[in-house]
């Protein structure tokens, strides 16, 4: 499945991107995100945990960059993960910053593949919860870079463990939200 978003960050796009390649920084703001220091090949251990009702997944894996072009300020970041027998979670994000205003804008075009129970929540639900992760994810970035901290210090912001029911609630209110613009849509096409 593919799945594109984009942030706001309130950095010029040179620093932006500087600071979104050092995975050690960006890693407190990833709900339930964890990584560990980088091998001699640029492999970064590491693990994220989801709760999505009585059901705990904590993917257990990797993640590099594997290539960059500072140049065009674009970058591709590889992941893989699993959560026990057969659960795993495999991830190519091409990350784009292009200037807006005073800071940047960041585009991720991501490439997601889900096996395992996670999996039968479908595509419309999956990319519903991502969008309500990036969001998050991108409020921390903006508060730690505006800061002007990094990744060791402990007054800056941390995203928690992502919680299914906060989530699934947020969920159910885009879904319902939609439903409703799809029925006014139709009252207005019915009308004309």
Same mark, same amino acid.
């Given at each position: ?5 984009? @942030?706001? /960050?309130?950095?010029? !796009? ?12 960006? &890693?407190?703001?990833?709900? $339930?995100?964890? /990584?560990?220091? !980088?091998? &001699? ?23 590099? /960059? ?5 140049? #065009?300020?674009?970058?591709? @970041? ?10 795993? #979670? ?8 292009? !200037? ?25 639900? /999956? ?11 991108? #409020?921390?970035?903006?508060?730690? @870079? &505006?800061? $002007? ?10 995203? $928690? ?12 209110? #885009? ?18």
């Amino acid at each position: 499945m593919r799945l594109v978003d984009e @942030i706001l /960050i309130p950095a010029p !796009p040179d620093r932006a991107y500087t600071w979104l390649l050092d995975l050690q920084q960006v &890693a407190p703001c990833v709900p $339930g995100g964890e /990584i560990g220091a !980088p091998d &001699a090949d640029g492999i970064y251990p590491g693990k994220v945990s989801v709760k999505l009702g009585p059901m705990r997944f904590v993917y257990e894996g990797r993640v590099r /960059i594997a290539e960059r072009d500072a140049a #065009a300020r674009t970058a591709l @970041i590889e992941g893989e993960g699993k959560a026990g027998g057969a659960e795993s #979670a495999k991830v190519r994000a091409l990350m784009e910053v292009v !200037p807006d205003g005073e800071g940047s804008r960041v585009r991720m075009t991501t490439d997601l593949e889900i096996r395992g129970r996670a999996a039968q929540m479908g595509a419309g639900m /999956i990319g519903t919860v991502s969008r309500q992760l990036t969001a998050q994810a991108a #409020a921390c970035i903006a508060a730690r @870079i &505006a800061a $002007g901290g990094d990744a060791g210090d402990g007054a800056l912001p941390v995203a $928690g463990e992502v919680s299914g029911i906060g989530l699934m609630a947020s969920v159910a209110s #885009a879904k319902v939200g939609d439903a409703m613009r799809r029925l006014g849509r139709k009252g207005e096409e019915e009308k004309g």
